[in-house]
């Protein structure tokens, strides 16, 4: 793992922590010293800090994923409006965990990240009836997939791809998961808790906008003028997938 933090007191005890919990973290102070480290030895994943001097995490998303570089990145932000998360997301970040921060949830922000990315198969998934509630999801077959459609869109599963008829969709890490468990359930109302747990693994808590956000920029990438909206609110519950 690569840490890239400026504050001392906060580099310092989150490679303690990290150290302890059984990553091998390399700590830096900035982000040029970040993008100098990941060119040498590219980590597993990426923890970097907002705001750093000189070169700043978004800064250094920005490189990393203009070089195609895809190593999961999360970022560590004071900064709390909706706009800023958003600016982060664009860049390239997976994820963000916001100061101060509970360092469990950190831990769990990573294992989600660290899961995603693995090559072990996921957990199970069940239906229920279009329409209705599910506090589960669709079952994922045995053998691999390549291709997923519904609501005119097409997602290439391998090259991690995804197209609204024949206009590619230039999704993160984090979209292309979300949209995937929209398109595997289409019509099915996925309540918040239940794509926390598949899409971060951790349910945040109904106080967590997190969720909200990425969907709010997922929509803003997908919709078109004149075209039906695709992923829709069910207040109280969560989102489903579906072309009106």
């Not at 970022?75 to 709390?80: E, F, G, K, P, S």
């Not at 990240?113 to 279009?130: M, N, Y």
Request: hydrophobic share 40%.
């Amino acid at each position: 793992m690569l840490l890239a933090e400026d504050d001392r007191a906060i580099r310092h005890a989150l490679e303690r922590a990290l150290t302890l919990e059984g990553y091998r973290v390399t700590a830096v102070a900035d982000g040029v010293e970040a993008l100098a480290q990941a060119h040498r030895t590219p980590p597993d994943i990426l923890l970097l800090d907002v705001m750093m001097p000189g070169i700043d995490g978004l800064q250094v998303c920005r490189v990393l994923r203009a070089e195609g570089d895809r190593t999961p990145i999360l970022m560590l932000t004071a900064l709390v409006e909706t706009a800023d998360r958003i600016a982060g997301l664009d860049a390239g970040a997976d994820d963000y965990v916001v100061k101060p921060f509970d360092v469990e949830e950190v831990f769990a922000r990573l294992r989600a990240l660290l899961r995603r990315t693995g090559t072990g198969e996921r957990a199970s998934r069940s239906t229920a009836p279009v329409g209705g509630h599910a506090s589960h999801v669709a079952k994922e077959p045995a053998l691999p997939e390549r291709q997923l459609t519904a609501a005119g869109l097409r997602m290439d599963l391998q090259a991690r791809r995804v197209w609204r008829g024949t206009r590619e969709l230039e999704l993160t890490r984090t979209e292309f998961e979300l949209l995937e468990l929209l398109v595997r359930n289409a019509g099915i109302v996925l309540d918040h808790s239940t794509i926390y747990d598949r899409i971060w693994g951790y349910d945040f808590g109904p106080g967590s906008k997190n969720l909200a956000v990425y969907v709010g920029y997922l929509r803003r990438k997908l919709d078109e003028p004149g075209a039906s909206q695709l992923i829709h609110t069910v207040r109280g519950v969560g989102y489903v997938l579906r072309e009106d």
